[in-house]
């Protein structure tokens, strides 16, 4: 008899700070934020031209990662042992956004300089694109254009039960990661949350492979 696996529920990965993520959780809000702070000038660009050729007063946005945990999505985006990863139900989570007007949602597409010099790409694209260097953070962006006023910041509501897990950094000490782990399951409606530390660094299966133990 042919049997079949067990189909894997598709995630968007945010990785932040302990701090934004009691926010999103007391508040039950997630914030979209100015791409004028982003370090990659190149990307912020491309944002600021997106907002102009709208004609909007500004243009807020943020990025989640399709990709499977990597040492270089914690030492990028969070690099610090306040970061932590939000892991969403992708259905549930962009289904939120659905009604909402102005909002943009998509992948993340990858070009070389030459590519665009060649075949520049429309406005509406210009928020979801950038350098090929970049391709392996796998980004999912969410984008509002915000025609009411000049803002840095736009926060909507978003409901829990869309957060499937929640991961804590490979560099907070064990003492202060079940600190954390209380808290947050302090906070109402976040009790049955799984909350778990990464591995990534140090993980005792694969160090027993290396001196021929099992687990069996």
Same mark, same amino acid.
């Given at each position: 008899?042919?049997?079949?696996?067990?189909?894997?529920?598709?995630? =968007?990965?945010?990785?932040?700070?302990?701090?934004?993520?009691?926010?999103?959780?007391?508040?039950?809000?997630?914030? =979209?934020?100015?791409?004028? $702070?982003?370090?990659?000038?190149?990307?912020?660009?491309?944002? $600021?031209?997106?907002?102009?050729?709208?004609?909007?007063?500004?243009?807020?946005?943020?990025?989640?990662?399709?990709?499977?945990?990597?040492?270089?999505?914690?030492?990028?985006?969070?690099?610090?042992?306040?970061?932590?990863?939000?892991?969403?139900?992708?259905?549930?989570?962009?289904?939120?956004?659905?009604?909402?007007?102005?909002?943009?949602?998509?992948?993340?597409?990858?070009?070389?300089?030459?590519?665009?010099?060649?075949?520049?790409? &429309?406005?509406?694209? =210009?928020?979801?694109?950038?350098?090929?260097?970049? &391709?392996?953070?796998?980004?999912?962006?969410?984008?509002?254009?915000?025609? $009411?006023?000049?803002?840095?910041?736009?926060?909507?509501?978003?409901?829990?039960?869309?957060?499937?897990?929640?991961?804590?950094?490979?560099? =907070?000490?064990?003492? !202060?990661?079940?600190?954390?782990?209380?808290?947050?399951? &302090?906070?109402?409606?976040?009790?049955?949350?799984?909350?778990?530390?990464?591995?990534? !660094?140090?993980?005792?299966?694969?160090?027993?492979?290396?001196?021929?133990?099992?687990? &069996?």
């Amino acid at each position: 008899m042919k049997t079949t696996s067990k189909k894997k529920i598709p995630v =968007l990965r945010r990785y932040t700070s302990l701090p934004s993520l009691l926010h999103i959780l007391r508040n039950r809000q997630i914030t =979209l934020l100015s791409p004028s $702070s982003w370090s990659d000038r190149n990307d912020a660009f491309f944002l $600021s031209q997106y907002r102009k050729r709208q004609n909007a007063s500004a243009v807020l946005a943020l990025c989640f990662s399709e990709a499977n945990e990597t040492y270089h999505h914690w030492r990028v985006f969070t690099g610090a042992s306040d970061g932590v990863c939000i892991e969403f139900n992708r259905e549930e989570f962009l289904a939120t956004f659905d009604t909402i007007p102005n909002i943009k949602k998509g992948a993340v597409k990858y070009k070389r300089i030459n590519e665009l010099a060649e075949s520049p790409p &429309s406005v509406r694209r =210009l928020p979801f694109m950038k350098r090929l260097p970049y &391709s392996d953070e796998k980004e999912f962006r969410l984008v509002y254009v915000d025609n $009411s006023g000049e803002s840095e910041a736009k926060g909507f509501q978003i409901p829990l039960t869309c957060i499937q897990r929640i991961t804590l950094n490979p560099w =907070l000490p064990n003492s !202060l990661a079940d600190t954390v782990k209380a808290t947050i399951r &302090s906070i109402d409606g976040c009790k049955n949350i799984p909350i778990y530390q990464t591995t990534l !660094l140090e993980n005792e299966r694969w160090k027993k492979s290396a001196i021929g133990e099992t687990d &069996s």
